[in-house]
């Protein structure tokens, strides 16, 4: 099922960085003008395979995508799409943090 925004995000966009986008992001995001349901499909595969491109490209066209995707991965979101990513997008990347973590700990 394609799901398509429902009313424009009302208020200004701001600028990423920006104090104000990083108090409230939240109330910035495009995601905001969407239906929930977009971000939390019911899978990886098939049918869930347009609805995550979907979110992603609602998620590519946001003003706070990284405050998203840093929250998610602060929060553990295990579920849904956050800043752009999948589920299994964000373990990637927090794998990838953990050996750069552990690589710098290394005695030289």
Do not use: N
Not at 7 to 35: E, F, I, M, N, T
Not at 36 to 45: C, D, I, M, Q
Not at 61 to 81: D, E, K, M, N, S
Request: charged residues 20%.
């Amino acid at each position: 099922m394609a799901h398509t925004p429902e009313r424009p995000v009302a208020g200004s966009a701001g600028v990423v960085g920006d104090d104000k986008v990083d108090a409230d992001w939240r109330q910035l995001a495009s995601c905001r003008s969407c239906h929930p349901g977009l971000f939390f499909p019911a899978g990886t595969t098939g049918a869930a395979v347009p609805e995550i491109a979907a979110a992603k490209a609602v998620c590519m066209q946001c003003p706070v995508r990284w405050q998203c995707l840093g929250f998610a991965l602060r929060t553990g979101q295990a579920y849904g799409i956050w800043g752009g990513t999948t589920e299994d997008e964000r373990l990637s990347l927090r794998r990838l943090a953990r050996r750069r973590r552990m690589a710098w700990a290394l005695p030289a």
